[in-house]
């Protein structure tokens, strides 16, 4: 993989508004499939300084890389927050258009009452064309749905309320 080519993307997303970015090649230098995946905010940027946090490039599988980036912590509301009822409140990192399923004949990643893992896709925020999976970042059972789907959604807005265990 050619570590310029790499270095221009990251500097591309960096400086622009777009939150994250998948590539998928087929057919490299080596013949190996590769996946390139770039993201600029972590899931819960008020609990980590951008200082602490540093770009890294870590082997996912044969073939690939995933390339994550920190932005300072003021650029993107925190994922998850908790509010007086106890409840985690997911909001959205951006604006976009909000996806219950990966595709419309498909099943909702989650419904009111499942229970998700951290880690687990909750939706997909489509921005600029870009579809972008978000995580929850606690373990706990879906109590609200708060956007119906394919509804636009902005910075911030409130997305789903999770009970955590």
């Given at each position: 993989?050619?570590?310029?080519?790499?270095?221009?993307?990251?500097?591309?997303?960096e400086d622009s508004g777009v939150d994250g970015l998948d590539i998928e090649l087929v057919g490299s230098d080596t013949g190996d499939p590769t996946r390139v995946r770039i993201r600029k905010s972590p899931r819960l940027a008020a609990a980590v300084p951008a200082a602490a946090v540093p770009a890294a490039a870590v082997p996912a599988a044969a073939g690939s890389v995933e390339v994550a980036q920190a932005p300072a912590?003021?650029?993107?509301?925190?994922?998850?927050?908790?509010?007086?009822?106890?409840?985690?409140?997911?909001?959205?990192?951006?604006?976009?258009?909000?996806?219950?399923?990966?595709?419309?004949?498909?099943?909702?990643?989650?419904?009111?009452?499942?229970?998700?893992?951290?880690?687990?896709t909750l939706c997909i925020l489509e921005a600029m064309k870009l579809m972008n999976e978000l995580q929850s970042d606690v373990a706990g059972v879906v109590r609200e749905i708060a956007v119906d789907n394919a509804e636009p959604v902005e910075y911030g807005a409130l997305l789903f309320r999770i009970e955590p265990d």
């Open positions: 993989m050619d570590l310029d080519w790499l270095k221009g993307l990251i500097e591309l997303v912590a003021a650029a993107s509301p925190p994922a998850e927050t908790a509010p007086a009822s106890g409840l985690f409140e997911v909001l959205s990192p951006m604006v976009g258009t909000f996806y219950r399923a990966p595709a419309t004949d498909a099943d909702p990643f989650v419904s009111v009452g499942d229970r998700v893992e951290a880690g687990q």
